[in-house]
């Protein structure tokens, strides 16, 4: 059974940094590509970043480029994202998500997400 | 990475058919098969419902199903069922640096 578990979430203050992280079990994760999306609180859906198998293809939202890093430990099996100067309108639920085969052609697994809230 | 475009809310009867459009650009939806649909309930993970436009994961209703023309997607919710009232996002690939944008979303509500 596929299982993504992120942790790492909480409360911090404006212009902090957190780090979130993602266990994966269940499948081959060394096999797909990952990304992080997240949800303000009663908002949409936002892809934030994602990263290929082999970490050779990165990419990001706008909205975090320069401040957000996506990487991946295929030995540890986990996702990470290291978030820095945060905003308040960083707050939401970040879910850890993996891929279909082909990448970018879906995300057939999300995690129960993790709560970031960036207090003013 | 504008959002693509979908209606805020779509309703029907029991047993009847609705559709959720998604509109967006030749950059996105019209330039990549990678058109994907999920649903979610309250307080819950989305689930991936359709992928590459019209392919169904294991599980899934047949009820379900995804076409699109030019810069538009569709999902096409057959047999109207009270589970199936949530919300209901597309979303696209955009380009190599843009792995994937979402719509707007579409509120669906059985009557």
């Known amino acids: 059974e596929v299982q993504l578990v992120e942790s790492g979430g909480g409360l911090v203050q404006n212009g902090r940094s957190l780090r979130l992280s993602c266990a994966a079990s269940g499948f081959t994760f060394d096999d797909y590509a990952m990304n992080w999306v997240r949800q303000a609180p009663g908002k949409g859906l936002e892809w934030v970043s994602g990263?290929?198998?082999?970490?050779?293809?990165?990419g990001y939202a706008d909205s975090v480029k320069g401040r957000f890093t996506i990487s991946r430990d295929n030995a540890k099996n986990s996702l990470y994202l290291q978030m820095n100067s945060l905003r308040p309108e960083d707050t939401a639920f970040y879910y850890c998500t993996k891929d279909k085969p082909a990448m970018s052609s879906g995300l057939d697994y999300w995690g129960q997400g993790t709560l970031v809230t960036v207090s003013s | 990475q504008s959002a693509l475009t979908q209606p805020a809310s779509v309703s029907g009867s029991p047993g009847q058919s609705i559709t959720i459009s998604c509109t967006g650009t030749?950059?996105?939806?019209?330039?990549?098969?990678?058109v994907s649909w999920y649903q979610q309930h309250p307080g819950k993970a989305p689930k991936l419902m359709i992928y590459e436009v019209s392919k169904r994961p294991s599980g899934v209703s047949n009820r379900f199903s995804g076409s699109k023309s030019g810069n538009t997607a569709s999902l096409t919710i057959s047999g109207l069922q009270a589970e199936d009232e949530a919300d209901y996002y597309c979303c696209s690939h955009g380009g190599r640096s843009t792995f994937y944008v979402f719509g707007t979303g579409t509120k669906v509500t059985v009557l």
């Open positions: 030749s950059s996105d939806v019209g330039s990549y098969n990678f």
């Open positions: 990263i290929s198998w082999n970490s050779g293809i990165i």
